[in-house]
């Protein structure tokens, strides 16, 4: 049916519309601040404002609509449907297209204002809209809910009581009863303090504090057990890291040449200081903005005001004029986001699109920070005071410059060509209750004392942001999500708040109790809500209802941070060094990592293998070179304020957790560890590792796999041949691939070789490949060639007398290597002797050689010149010795025979090698048959020197020394390999990874 309506035009209907209301004699007046307003204050004033408006057309007054714009009257009186106003709006050409996109007014809101004009436009007297008056569907007002003074709500009254430890729960269960859900059981005792120990100290517990707590798991030892772990030191450690995030805290200044900001370890050992010493969080505030500037004043205050230097900074911006206004954002963006969790850095260049926030507010905040040294100074300040400005040359802080600021303009786009007004410091107009621009400085002061009145501003109780927001923030990392869950931003675009009652109930009780962080953990770990279960028995219905868990029905399984997940690895290990405080340690970083730095070698040096072993938040954090371990695991991005880091469960985490280096370490020493306690013992080397691990004792069926794990790898070391499965083939190809590229000597008796008439040896061809072939080509200093020496296999046979050979090339770049050999020793004198070496004069204290003195003791450099003991020399022996960055250790066969916990310092090695005497020093021969040498550019990894002690044991017919030391544990050999892949599978477990 044709349907004549179909034919007109939008714009026609609405004319029509128009039509029929003038024509209606009872047309209904409208009401300005309930109809028209909003849709004014919604749609048009924020480009029609009173300050720069579009078009010179004014919507905020009355004398603005009658005054009109540059094109015009916008109403006209006479004719209402000839109104500009309401012909742009009717066409759709206001409000104006974004982003490609119409913004045309739906019919409902383009009808009242038809209405409204033809009604005559009144405009209440002295009526002046403001945009930010009141909340509608595009942006937050003045009356946003985080806006409003916190007041302490009634604790709701629940029908199971029961489940109530405190007011948290009743705010919990509350709601959970009105959607007709339960919350969870409480968790068992085992799994809460293994929780209680991950949420405050980011250690595990032990199995006897574990097995001592379910002991008595009243709540009164739970109360006494939270309050135990507030007290401990680590405390200040796990909760100063969550701060650091929020700082943005990094100890260099990014961009290119990515300098070091000296002491900034400083301002993160305050950090864990102030919350180990639950300083209320009102003067936490008031020493990091303007430690400077109190009237108590000390060295701690100033360290406190590191977190205003901790941003990054470029020593050769574009422009330095336009420069100092990027700080100046960093500075506001850092202490907005961090203290009253808001999004004001979006006001830099107009006003803020969704909070009540306009654009001289931002200057107003910014103007508190423009009299430090800001502008550009000399590059070796690093963005920061004078030390004479300071006070102290060995604090990372900040200061005013003066007494006295240059004007802040505001600037219109954000542009430094384009100055507005001068902006005076002040607050946020956002809480006009509390909002105050601030007074000039005391006569006396030596600062402006600006940071001052807007630290004792955030820190008021008037201010109902912040304690709202760290209340948050303590939420977040107890139950892994916020109330509100997005907490840097309490404004319109961030999320609202789960509980707000609950929310605010918390705030006041921080303000209430002096501020105390310490009293909202307790109050939150005390809570039943907190102790509930990950599990619940309608968990598949309940998840339906509700996914994201916003009712908090049930305990989040997390897995856990960077930080912790190596600091646990470290704990079970049993080689954590828990010492505190001080310069931060650099972690060994793969060469691999490197490859983008320019000066590589100088860009990195990691600290001493010792040093390592401290927690995680001591790990030096340098901004372009993050420890890739750190971001597998979501280390957060320092360039930035982080209030949340991501969480994710992906496949590089899990090939980190098989093939690091760093659990490899772990692994073993776990391992090593296991067997003090369980010698040969498999059913208790699975006990004990299941123990120390994962603070529990196994189940008969772990115990079963576990001890069949044990016996399947064993076999596999023991037998890498013929029994492998293909894919192990596949490996141990590889391993050999992977030692062929590392070995850059090989020097065998049974190589292709030139002999003298003599028998002596003219050369001898390196089979490693990498033709560094030794020879000797004065007759008199040769060796003899033997060619049924050990084993009816050739030797070369050394006598004492000057004889030693002369090795091609440059071997090794740093002590980082691994030295095999097979000899014999015939020395009666006891003095010095080499196998390989490469003394010289010129580095007599930082070469490196592996030889014997005295009655067979090794040496390995003069820096390790006790390296064990070699057992029954006379006969063939196999010796090894292993360098690294974790120190250095000497096998007698598959025997640790000595173990150095200190790396050797650096070495020189640039001078020639040498095989059977100690470098040119015409000295310290060899006197004894030398097989073969190898030499390989890194330390041999256990399985890799396993399967290269097994080739020459079995071609030398090499047998395990009686003479090696007792009780020690047989690094390499195939039941240590076995067990610490056991001990790594634990490693990989969720129940390691994640915490319930």
């Not at 003791?857 to 292993?882: C, I, M």
Request: neutral net charge; charged residues 25%; contains cysteine.
């Amino acid at each position: 049916m044709y349907n004549a309506m179909s034919c007109l035009r939008p714009a026609s209907v609405c004319l029509i519309l128009f039509m029929l209301l003038s024509m209606s004699p009872m047309v209904k007046a409208i009401d300005f601040n309930s109809e028209v307003a909003p849709l004014l204050v919604r749609r048009c004033v924020e480009c029609h404002k009173d300050v720069d408006s579009a078009g010179g057309l004014n919507l905020t007054e009355a004398s603005g609509l009658r005054a009109g714009g540059e094109s015009g009257a916008a109403v006209d009186a006479d004719r209402p449907g000839d109104s500009l106003l309401l012909q742009r709006v009717v066409d759709g050409e206001m409000p104006p297209a974004k982003r490609g996109e119409s913004q045309k007014l739906p019919p409902e809101e383009i009808a009242i204002l038809q209405k409204w004009i033809q009604t005559g436009a009144e405009w209440p007297k002295d009526r002046k809209l403001d945009i930010y008056e009141s909340t509608s569907s595009v942006r937050g007002g003045r009356d946003w809910w985080s806006l409003q003074p916190v007041v302490r709500p009634q604790v709701p009254q629940v029908q199971h009581a029961q489940r109530v430890s405190n007011p948290v729960d009743a705010f919990v269960l509350a709601r959970l009863e009105a959607q007709q859900m339960e919350p969870a059981p409480i968790a068992p005792p085992g799994i809460r303090i293994r929780r209680l120990y991950q949420d405050l100290l980011g250690l595990p517990p032990t199995k006897k504090q574990i097995d001592a707590f379910q002991g008595d798991a009243s709540q009164e030892a739970w109360s006494k057990q939270v309050q135990t772990l507030l007290d401990s030191p680590h405390y200040g450690e796990r909760w100063a890291r969550h701060w650091l995030d929020v700082v943005r805290f990094a100890e260099t200044s990014g961009y290119e040449r990515d300098q070091e900001k000296p002491f900034a370890w400083k301002y993160r050992d305050w950090v864990v200081a102030a919350l180990n010493a639950d300083k209320p969080y009102d003067r936490f505030v008031l020493e990091q903005l303007a430690g400077d500037e109190l009237g108590d004043r000390s060295k701690e205050t100033v360290v406190a005001t590191g977190l205003l230097r901790l941003g990054t900074w470029n020593d050769e911006p574009n422009q330095d004029a336009d420069y100092q206004y990027e700080r100046l954002e960093d500075l506001v963006h850092a202490t907005t986001s961090a203290f009253l969790g808001l999004t004001v850095k979006c006001a830099r260049c107009h006003d803020h699109k969704f909070d009540p926030i306009p654009q001289v507010d931002y200057y107003r905040i910014a103007a508190a920070f423009w009299a430090g040294p800001i502008a550009s100074r000399d590059r070796k300040l690093l963005g920061g005071p004078t030390v004479d400005e300071l006070g102290y040359d060995d604090v990372l802080g900040w200061t005013d410059v003066g007494r006295e600021a240059r004007p802040l303009h505001v600037l219109k786009n954000g542009e430094r060509h384009a100055p507005l007004g001068v902006a005076a410091p002040g607050s946020l107009s956002a809480i006009p209750a509390s909002f105050r621009l601030f007074d000039a400085a005391p006569a006396e002061a030596k600062t402006t004392h600006r940071r001052r009145q807007l630290a004792e501003w955030i820190a008021s109780r008037e201010n109902p942001l912040t304690a709202r927001v760290v209340v948050n923030r303590l939420w977040q990392h107890h139950f892994g999500q916020g109330l509100v869950r997005s907490p840097n931003n309490f404004g319109f675009r961030g999320d609202l708040p789960t509980h707000p009652k609950l929310l605010d109930w918390l705030a006041a009780e921080l303000m209430d109790h002096d501020w105390s962080l310490k009293h909202i953990h307790r109050l939150i770990l005390t809570s039943t809500t907190w102790q509930q279960a990950s599990s619940h028995p309608q968990f598949d219905l309940y998840r339906e209802r509700d996914f994201a868990n916003q009712l908090w029905w049930h305990a989040p399984r997390r897995r856990i941070d960077a930080e912790a997940l190596r600091d646990r690895l470290l704990f079970v290990s049993g080689e954590l060094d828990l010492r505190a405080g001080g310069p931060s340690f650099r972690p060994t970083i793969a060469p691999e990592a490197l490859e983008g730095l320019s000066r590589r070698a100088a860009a990195w040096v990691a600290s001493p293998p010792k040093e390592q072993l401290r927690r995680s938040l001591y790990m030096y954090s340098k901004r372009h070179l993050i420890s890739p371990w750190m971001t597998t695991f979501d280390f957060c991005d320092t360039t930035l304020p982080c209030a949340q880091r991501e969480v994710t469960t992906v496949a590089p985490q899990a090939l980190a957790l098989l093939n690091h280096a760093f659990v490899h370490q772990r692994s073993q020493a776990l391992a090593q560890r296991v067997a003090e306690v369980a010698g040969a013992d498999e059913r208790l080397q699975v006990e004990t590792a299941w123990e120390l691990a994962l603070g529990r004792s196994p189940t008969a069926q772990e115990i079963r796999l576990g001890v069949e794990h044990l016996r399947a790898q064993r076999t596999r070391f023991e037998n890498p041949g013929p029994a492998a499965p293909a894919a192990e083939h596949a490996d141990a190809a590889g391993m050999q691939a992977a030692l062929n590229k590392a070995l850059v000597l090989h020097v065998r008796a049974d190589s292709e070789m030139e002999l003298d008439e003599a028998g002596r040896l003219i050369s001898l061809v390196d089979r490693s490949g990498k033709r560094h072939h030794v020879s000797q080509p004065v007759a008199a200093q040769r060796p003899l060639w033997v060619e049924r020496g050990i084993h009816d296999r050739p030797v070369i046979r050394f006598d004492g007398q000057a004889r030693w050979l002369q090795v091609y090339g440059k071997l090794l770049d740093d002590a980082n290597c691994t030295v095999i050999a097979v000899a014999s020793d015939q020395s009666q004198h006891g003095k010095h002797r080499s196998i390989v070496s490469n003394w010289n004069r010129t580095n007599s204290t930082t070469s490196l050689f592996l030889g014997l003195t005295g009655d067979y003791t090794v040496r390995l450099s003069d820096q390790y010149r006790n390296a064990g003991r070699v057992a029954a020399a006379k006969q063939p022996f196999l010796l090894t010795a292993v360098s690294n960055a974790e120190g250095a250790r000497t096998y007698q066969s598959t025997s640790l025979i000595s173990k150095r916990t200190q790396p050797l310092m650096a070495r020189n090695l640039e001078t020639p090698w040498v095989i059977g005497q100690q470098g040119n020093i015409d000295g310290e021969y060899w006197n004894g048959d030398i097989a073969e040498v190898r030499i390989y550019s890194r330390a041999l990894t256990p399985q890799e020197l396993s399967s290269v002690w097994q080739q020459l044991i079995e071609r030398y017919e090499i047998a395990q020394v009686d003479g090696a030391p007792s009780g020690e544990f047989e690094v390499g050999s195939p039941a240590e390999l076995a067990l610490a892949s056991l001990c790594q599978v634990l490693f990989n477990s969720n129940e390691f990874v994640y915490v319930d």
